[in-house]
């Protein structure tokens, strides 16, 4: 049964919110904010079946593409606790079939928030089951062909979002009309209809999840009585109802097991990637350790060069300065610079007699004695193979041998040559 549902929320960074995060789980895609480096990933997430964009005629194309899209929002703003987008959930009527749902929420964004100059992204959500809706996300700045402008406050008025509701009602009913279904949907509220009953209470995922497998949720607020049409038993009969008849049932295919073959070859890939991977790993450390080694010489090179600057310049002490028993100018930081250089030598050549040692029992750990042997065992049987192979092929082309036969005889016998014997692998 058509129901009306349409709510509207704002998406605010004063909440902790991205506008990057909540498109990609709308969209059930991965999206990468490249204002904050996160990177927001719901490929996994079930239930979406449709993506559209609408945007104004003026529109740059690169608002086809979602990431580039809430990046430009994300980029316009500035403030900590700025208003990125507005999003619209909407419940779709199930009298409808897909052709008519998607072409009445198109219609319905494209002349509610498209004509006044946002950019929508709808969404579809189940669809094919009892609870068919759309998200549609919003921008809140005007665009142009050169990007976003300014912000567009009336966009945030209560008699906006009550428009935006009216309008709803009457795409909807409009659609239902056309159907031919006699159903009709009223954005009112039951005591501004007049109906005296007590509202539902709206479930959520989690508790409809639940109550789908038979587990009794708190949150649901029975209505006394409950009608039939409402009841959401009903609603699920009817769908796999019509599911049924939409679709033919197909024998489920049995998983075939892999071959010896094929499991040997898996093996030997995974043995030659572990290989390769340690292989790596050991270059690092080696080149670990002859880049310290370098370094400490390097610093040795340097040590004697200062001490060879300060033997230069004590030799070229002046006289006087020989007898007052002062050094030289210069000397007394040559001579730090110099024992410097020597210490950073020595924690260098620290640095790299610690590499080695590290190189060294990466080597001989059991894990890389167990890949090697393994890869050696796969080269041994790869050359075995090849030996074996060119002696079937040396035996296939020999020449055959013609045997003389006695003297009595005149015919001749062709004789095989002698098979030999292949090596056991």
């Known amino acids: 049964m058509a129901i009306y549902h349409l709510s509207a929320q704002v998406i605010s960074r004063s909440s902790g919110r991205s506008s990057v995060a909540a498109a990609a789980y709308r969209l059930g895609t991965m999206l990468t904010d490249k204002r904050t480096g996160l990177v927001h990933d719901?490929?996994?997430?079930?239930?979406?079946?449709?993506?559209?964009?609408?945007?104004?005629?003026?529109?740059?194309?690169?608002?086809?593409?979602?990431?580039?899209?809430?990046?430009?929002?994300?980029?316009?703003?500035?403030?900590?606790?700025?208003?990125?987008?507005?999003?619209?959930?909407?419940?779709?009527?199930?009298?409808?079939?897909?052709?008519?749902?998607?072409?009445?929420?198109?219609?319905?964004?494209?002349a509610v928030f498209v004509e006044h100059g946002m950019v929508a992204q709808v969404a579809f959500h189940d669809i094919e089951t009892f609870n068919p809706h759309a998200h549609i996300m919003l921008t809140t700045?005007?665009?142009?062909?050169?990007?976003?402008?300014?912000?567009?406050?009336?966009?945030?008025?209560?008699q906006m979002l009550d428009d935006w509701r009216r309008e709803w009602e009457q795409h909807a009913n409009r659609a239902l009309e056309q159907a031919g279904v006699a159903v009709r949907i009223d954005c009112r509220s039951l005591e501004a209809q007049g109906i005296e009953r007590e509202a539902t209470q709206h479930l959520g995922p989690k508790a409809a999840a639940m109550e789908a497998r038979g587990v009794e949720t708190h949150r649901k607020r029975y209505i006394t009585p409950t009608p039939e049409a409402m009841s959401h038993t009903r609603a699920r009969e009817d769908r796999a109802r019509e599911q049924k008849k939409m679709t033919i049932s197909q024998p489920e295919a049995k998983p075939q097991q892999p071959s010896s073959e094929e499991v040997k070859a898996r093996e030997r890939a995974r043995t030659l990637a572990e290989a390769r991977a340690l292989d790596e790993q050991e270059a690092v450390l080696t080149e670990a350790a002859e880049r310290c080694q370098r370094r400490a010489v390097r610093y040795d090179e340097c040590a004697a060069d200062k001490a060879l600057a300060v033997k230069e310049m004590r030799r070229r002490k002046a006289a006087w300065r020989r007898w007052l028993g002062l050094p030289a100018c210069g000397e007394a930081k040559a001579v730090k610079s110099a024992l410097k250089a020597l210490e950073l030598a020595e924690e260098h050549r620290r640095y790299a007699d610690e590499a080695a040692r590290e190189r060294k029992r990466f080597i001989e750990s059991e894990a890389v004695r167990v890949v090697r042997a393994r890869v050696e065992q796969l080269r041994a049987e790869d050359l075995a193979a090849v030996e074996n192979s060119v002696r079937e092929q040396q035996w296939r082309e020999a020449p055959l041998v013609l045997v003389p036969l006695p003297e009595h005889t005149t015919d001749a016998v062709i004789k095989p040559p002698r098979r030999r014997l292949r090596p056991r692998l």
């Open 141 to 158: 700045r005007t665009i142009g062909p050169d990007g976003f402008g300014g912000k567009e406050r009336t966009w945030n008025d209560r």
């Open 42 to 110: 719901f490929r996994r997430r079930g239930g979406v079946d449709s993506i559209h964009t609408l945007a104004p005629v003026n529109a740059p194309d690169w608002v086809n593409d979602p990431s580039q899209l809430w990046n430009e929002v994300e980029r316009a703003e500035k403030r900590k606790d700025a208003q990125t987008a507005r999003e619209i959930n909407i419940a779709l009527p199930r009298e409808l079939d897909l052709t008519a749902l998607c072409t009445l929420t198109l219609d319905y964004a494209r």
